[in-house]
């Protein structure tokens, strides 16, 4: 995992290849983000997942002139995307690079003491997917890479690699909920020792020589949760967000709203019981009492917000009362 320093980015960044024209990730329920974030002149608002800035782009014109955004991200490829198509803006958006598992710490460094709104989208960015090079995609080749943050050592590859049958099984159990773990982990150990595993498409076929015909989903490709399994564990996915959850309270200011969207049952069940656990500690009142789910019409629009589920929470405008719930 990155330390915990701040990164800004400034306009000194080292200039990155980038595509010819701008391609910017399609965001998930923004109209609810907006409602639910309710940003208002002179607000400062922290976006930690600002990806090519879809969210961000839509809540800095409610700012006004005095208000600011703090746009977070642990990929420099997509925060310097971000970084052009929030130009308009720029003396409001302060642009940091690194991961919100080190928001606290940031922010501390920042001078920021809270904030009025906290935007967190945990998807994985379409651009990630589209590149083959960045090695998330299971049909277009590319290395086994997976890595948000290119800093950092740890690849998919050295995963499938180095660990044992009964580690792979127990990686794919856990952060893919995959029933079929040990036979895909016991086809990728007998196939690495013939031969290296070293891109996305190798591993995909692997996996789905490894899955019984016609027992799989019918609308899922063989090896997406293999992939998502592989994804978490790299990034460290639950860990980074049990850091954020844990922080969150603390980083609002009283009244403060935060918004997070969530796409598979780990983080979104990890969402859910932190909200619950500030609730009933009187710290945050929830603001979705079921989670919020796209509309049928975004996700013939987007399907990939289709899993998507946002849960909001407010910070309690006023101290626990003596019966434990907002005394506001």
Not at 19 to 34: D, I, L, N, S, Y
Not at 106 to 117: I, N
Request: hydrophobic fraction near 40%; charge should be positive; proline fraction near 6%.
């Amino acid at each position: 995992m990155a330390s915990a320093t701040v990164a800004v980015c400034d306009e000194g960044v080292a200039a990155m290849s980038q595509p010819e024209a701008p391609r910017w990730h399609q965001p998930v329920m923004v109209r609810e983000v907006v409602s639910l974030l309710a940003p208002a002149d002179g607000d400062l608002m922290l976006d930690v997942t600002t990806g090519t800035g879809g969210h961000s782009v839509a809540v800095l014109p409610y700012l006004g002139a005095e208000g600011r955004l703090i746009a977070m991200d642990r990929d420099a490829q997509t925060l310097e995307l971000a970084r052009k198509r929030l130009a308009e803006f720029r003396p409001q958006v302060e642009f940091v690079h690194e991961s919100f598992a080190h928001v606290a710490r940031c922010c501390q460094v920042m001078g920021v003491t809270g904030v009025d709104g906290l935007v967190a989208d945990l998807g994985l960015c379409g651009l990630h997917v589209e590149e083959a090079q960045r090695g998330f995609s299971m049909i277009r080749e590319g290395p086994l890479d997976m890595r948000m943050d290119r800093r950092q050592e740890l690849t998919a590859a050295h995963l499938i690699e180095r660990y044992s049958r009964d580690e792979l099984t127990t990686l794919l159990r856990t952060y893919g909920e995959e029933r079929w773990a040990s036979r895909i982990a016991g086809r990728i150990v007998e196939t690495r020792r013939r031969t290296p595993i070293l891109t996305t498409t190798h591993l995909a076929r692997v996996v789905a020589e490894a899955v019984p015909r016609g027992r799989g989903s019918t609308r899922l490709h063989p090896a997406t949760r293999t992939f998502q399994a592989l994804r978490i564990a790299v990034n460290d996915e639950l860990g980074c967000l049990q850091a954020l959850l844990k922080a969150l309270p603390e980083l609002l200011k009283p009244g403060g709203r935060a918004v997070v969207i969530a796409y598979h049952s780990l983080e979104d069940r990890m969402v859910k019981q932190m909200f619950r656990e500030g609730a009933q500690s009187g710290v945050v009142t929830p603001l979705t009492r079921k989670p919020i789910r796209p509309s049928a019409s975004e996700i013939r629009e987007n399907p990939r917000s289709r899993s998507a589920k946002l849960r909001a929470i407010e910070r309690c405008p006023t101290p626990p009362g003596p019966c434990g719930s907002c005394s506001a």
